[in-house]
């Protein structure tokens, strides 16, 4: 596999909405599949299986603490991609809006 391809596949991690908002939730910080789940809003079972696909693509790393296990972020540079991606795209929402008034604007 060529680094384009690694890219794509990690990238196919993204393309859902939930392990996008794990994430987020994770951030800097660890957070049992508990608390993931809660906020998320949906039951540990579909947060298990987010992160399972976040696991074995390396997006996540998990360690156990007695019966429970806690997941962070593997590598700071995706979250720190992810932030980037994200002030981009609202970036292009704002010149979107501010387009899209022009053109009411001027009656086009």
């Not at 693509?57 to 972020?73: A, H, I, P, Q, W």
Request: proline share 1%.
């Amino acid at each position: 596999m060529d680094i384009f391809e690694l890219h794509a596949d990690l990238c196919a991690v993204f393309s859902d909405a939930k392990r996008l908002r794990i994430m987020w939730f994770l951030g800097d910080e660890e957070r049992s599949v508990g608390e993931i789940a809660e906020s998320l809003g949906v039951t540990m079972q579909i947060a298990s299986q987010h992160l399972r696909v976040m696991r074995y693509k390396g997006v996540v790393d998990f360690r156990k603490d007695g019966r429970e296990v806690l997941y962070r972020v593997s590598n700071p540079r995706f979250l720190e991609a992810s932030r980037l991606i994200r002030q981009g795209l609202l970036e292009q929402i704002d010149k979107l809006r501010t387009y899209q008034d022009i053109e009411i604007g001027t009656g086009t």
